[in-house]
């Protein structure tokens, strides 16, 4: 099982905005940045969002992430069909033997 | 640009070992740490350590302790990832990724290793 807590499946229509959360601890997302990876099927993740709320070089804008206390979220506005994927989130942890941990996972469908 | 190829798809049998490689292009392979993260089919993302190309220093996923071996060739920009006393639920694709002050960005296309008797 996953230190980082996210929900199995989000959705939404076309044109929707869509928020997927991801939680953790003080050992983790408390104290270190929260990155989001996108995995479209059949394809390696890819860099959404890093050091909680930045985005690289082209991500569009429709994608921002945030961070509050043990926890974080993912926005997606604007929802588009090939924004269907599964994202990740992903933080350091001071407390484990494993330093970096991924969050389980969230499919999202586009209605 | 920068580039991470990985190594063709491998078929094991239990007790077997695999190595992978990861072929680096487009940047100073000794400047970031190269990750190594596995997905087994229909899971989630699962961190198995890390290399600095400039040391060769390492750190492992408490899980392949005993079992994981990370390198690298210098000369050729290129990692590596050995995984030994395979068993079936070892069946995943198996990532490669660079990192740099906590940003891990590019990753490899992965390579599926399948475990089978």
């Known amino acids: 099982q996953s230190v980082l807590t996210q929900p199995p499946s989000a959705s939404g229509t076309p044109g929707q905005r869509v928020t997927i959360s991801c939680s953790g601890s003080s050992a983790n997302i408390g104290r270190n940045s929260v990155n989001w990876y996108q995995q479209l099927p059949e394809s390696a993740p890819k860099l959404l969002i890093y050091n909680n709320n930045q985005r690289p070089s082209g991500v569009p804008d429709r994608f921002s992430g945030s961070k509050s206390g043990t926890s974080a979220s993912l926005a997606i506005s604007g929802l588009q069909s090939e924004d269907e994927a599964d994202y990740y989130c992903?933080?350091?942890?001071?407390?484990?033997?494993?330093?970096?941990?991924f969050g389980s996972g969230t499919k999202v469908t586009v209605l | 640009q920068v580039k991470l190829v990985q190594s063709g798809a491998e078929v094991k049998k239990p007790g077997a070992s695999v190595r992978v490689s990861c072929k680096t292009s487009?940047?100073?392979?000794?400047?970031?740490?190269i990750y190594w993260v596995r997905q087994a089919p229909g899971q989630g993302l699962e961190w198995m350590g890390w290399?600095?190309?400039?040391?060769?220093?390492?750190k492992f996923a408490e899980n392949f302790q005993g079992r994981l071996t990370m390198t690298r060739d210098m000369s050729i920009s290129t990692a590596y990832m050995e995984l030994s006393s395979l068993r079936s639920d070892d069946t995943a694709v198996y990532y490669c990724?660079?990192?740099?002050?906590?940003?891990?960005?590019?990753w490899g296309q992965g390579t599926l290793v399948s475990v089978s008797s």
């Open positions: 992903a933080a350091w942890d001071d407390s484990l033997n494993d330093p970096y941990v």
């Open positions: 290399m600095h190309p400039r040391s060769g220093g390492t």
């Open positions: 487009g940047y100073t392979f000794s400047g970031y740490y």
């Open positions: 990724a660079r990192e740099k002050e906590r940003i891990v960005d590019f």
